[in-house]
C-alpha cells in the first residue's frame, strides 16, 4: 500500500535561513506528489505539485525517485511561511490522493 | 465564485446517534473526496466520488459510514451509532479532474460525547 512518510512534526527555523521539509514515499510505480499548505485559520491548498515543476512562494520540491522523495525547499525562509505542511500521493491519475502526517514550520524572527 | 461549503461548521452529539455531513463542491467539479482529521494527524482519506458513483471506499473504517452523491454534485457523509472515536474535522475537497487539485471546505467538526 502507499504511504507518505514526515518525519518530523515540528521544524523550527529563523528567518533568512534555508528550509527543507523532509518527505519520504513508499510505492513502487511513478506517483504524482504534492505539496499542500495550511496558513492560520485558513483552508488547506495546493502549494505545488511535481508535474508542474514551478517554483511557488519560492518554494521547490524534487522528485527523487531513487531516494523516493519529494522533499519541500526554500533558499530563505521568511515569516510569512509559517505554517503547516502536508505531503500527499496519488498512486496514478485514476487513484486516490493520500497525505501525510504533516510538518509544521515556524519561522522565528 | 463560492469555494467548497461544507455544513454543518460544528456538531456535538451523543454517543450511539446517527449524524449526517453535508458537502456542496465547487461548481463543475466531477471529483469529490472525504478526509477524516483528528488532531495532530493529517488528513485520512475516506471515500472518493466520480460523478455519482463511489470510485474508492477503501478509507471508510466500518459499515457505520456511508457516503452518497446521488446527482453528482452535493454529498452527504452519514455516520451512523456514532462513537466517541469519531470525533474528528470531516474535510470535503472536489477537484476538476481526479488527482488534480484539490480545493478543501473548511470542515466539519463533530465532536460525539
Known amino acids: 500500500a502507499q504511504r507518505v512518510t514526515q518525519p518530523e512534526k515540528l521544524l523550527s527555523v529563523f528567518k533568512g535561513a534555508p528550509v527543507e521539509l523532509k518527505c519520504n514515499y513508499s510505492y513502487s510505480g511513478s506517483p504524482e506528489l504534492f505539496w499542500y499548505v495550511q496558513y492560520s485559520r485558513q483552508r488547506l491548498q495546493l502549494l505545488l505539485r511535481h508535474i508542474s515543476r514551478e517554483s511557488i512562494k519560492g518554494f521547490t520540491a524534487d522528485l527523487n525517485k531513487g531516494e523516493t522523495s519529494f522533499h519541500l525547499k526554500k533558499p530563505f525562509a521568511q515569516e510569512e511561511d509559517s505554517a503547516m505542511y502536508y505531503c500527499a500521493l496519488s498512486a496514478n491519475r485514476d487513484d486516490k490522493i493520500i497525505f501525510g502526517k504533516g510538518t509544521r514550520l515556524h519561522i522565528l524572527p | 465564485g463560492a469555494g467548497v461549503s461544507q455544513t454543518p461548521s460544528n456538531k456535538v452529539t451523543e454517543k450511539g446517534k446517527y449524524v449526517e455531513l453535508r458537502c456542496d463542491p465547487i461548481?463543475?467539479?466531477?471529483?469529490l473526496y472525504w478526509y477524516r482529521q483528528s488532531l495532530g494527524q493529517g488528513p485520512e482519506f475516506l471515500i472518493y466520488?466520480?460523478?455519482?458513483?463511489?470510485?474508492?471506499d477503501s478509507g471508510l473504517p466500518n459499515d457505520r459510514f456511508f457516503a452518497v452523491r446521488p446527482e453528482g454534485s452535493v454529498s452527504t457523509l452519514k455516520i451512523q451509532r456514532t462513537e466517541r472515536g469519531d470525533s474528528a474535522v470531516y474535510l470535503c475537497?472536489?477537484?476538476?479532474?481526479?488527482?488534480?487539485?484539490?480545493?478543501f471546505g473548511e470542515g466539519s467538526r463533530l465532536t460525539v460525547l
Open positions: 461548481s463543475g467539479h466531477t471529483a
Open positions: 466520488f466520480q460523478g455519482t458513483g463511489a470510485a474508492d
Open positions: 475537497a472536489s477537484s476538476l479532474v481526479l488527482a488534480g487539485e484539490l480545493f
